[in-house]
């Protein structure tokens, strides 16, 4: 089975996973048939800096960020994106704090004829 679907990231060496990362930009570069000209003149970089990235070159983080926008891509941002995640016992601690049965309701006593007069 040639199943690539579980990739060790951590075992990769810097070089590999910006390579990596060069041929994900340039797949998407080529699918929306876009030249390397078109997109580091809309990502405001040189066309020399959007090869060094698509070769796995060593680029600024922001040029990279340009380059995302301008192919659309920025979705894959939202792995960075931090999440409040709530401990076991913090999470047992408010499911023994809710209520588990309504109260009676409190009626206007009838028996009190204090009608004010």
Not at 99 to 109: G, H, M, V
């Amino acid at each position: 089975m040639n199943d690539k679907s579980y990739i060790k990231w951590e075992a990769m060496t810097d070089k590999s996973l910006m390579e990596t990362i060069g041929n994900f930009i340039q797949s998407h570069r080529l699918n929306q048939n876009k030249t390397q000209d078109q997109v580091a003149t809309d990502a405001g970089i040189s066309r020399s800096t959007l090869s060094l990235l698509e070769r796995g070159e060593k680029i600024r983080i922001d040029s990279l960020i340009q380059v995302l926008r301008v192919l659309s891509l920025l979705y894959i941002m939202d792995i960075f994106k931090i999440q409040e995640q709530i401990s076991p016992i913090e999470y047992a601690k408010l499911k023994k704090k809710q209520r588990k049965q309504a109260s009676p309701q409190k009626r206007n006593n009838i028996n009190n004829k204090d009608s004010g007069w």
